[in-house]
């Protein structure tokens, strides 16, 4: 006779062999997923403790406003810089991808004042703002001399207000003195 048909006739007539199978597989099915939910326990405790941090809901320019919620994330993959109080209203001195995590150096106060760095200045320079925008890295040129990197914070309608380092400011003002001022963009 047949194996398959021997199985079928011995489980026929001897019914608690076919319960006591389904009983082990069940068994083999909850073993199994008690070590999935076990490993995926076990990853959770090995990324450690849980931090709140911010993160922007929405893409941000330098000088839009940031707009962030509240998360719960493995303090493995936070940034020691993580931004600890609210962004939301304040303005992005970066640009700011939607989803990414909010650090210190993201956020400014409020006003062009904010995109200025720490250590620079900002000067009005006229120029036609059409092909600049905030955030904008240039270089600074007066006459044919290199002034030095700078960054718009600001565009007006018939000036740009770049941001150069205060040791550049004083050969930028007499160079806007003497009208001799270009703006150029740099990577």
Known sequence: MHLLARARTVMAMHPWIHWMLVGCAAIGVGVGSWRAIAGVDAARRAWGEQRTVWIATTAAAPGDSIAADRREMPRAMVPATAATDDPSGR?????????????????????????????????????????????????????????????????????????????????????????????????
Request: no cysteine; net charge negative; charged share 10%.
């Open 91 to 187: 303005v992005a001195r970066q640009h700011l991808g939607a989803g990414e995590i909010v650090t210190v150096a993201d956020v400014g106060a409020t006003g062009q004042a904010s995109l200025v760095p720490s250590g620079w200045v900002a000067l009005a320079v006229p120029s036609t703002p059409e092909h600049f925008a905030v955030g904008d890295h240039v270089r600074v040129f007066g006459g044919d001399q290199p002034l030095g990197d700078g960054m718009i914070v600001g565009l007006g309608e018939a000036d740009l207000m770049v941001a150069i380092s205060e040791q550049a400011a004083p050969a930028l003002a007499a160079a806007l003195l003497a009208d001799s001022v270009t703006v150029a963009l740099s990577p």
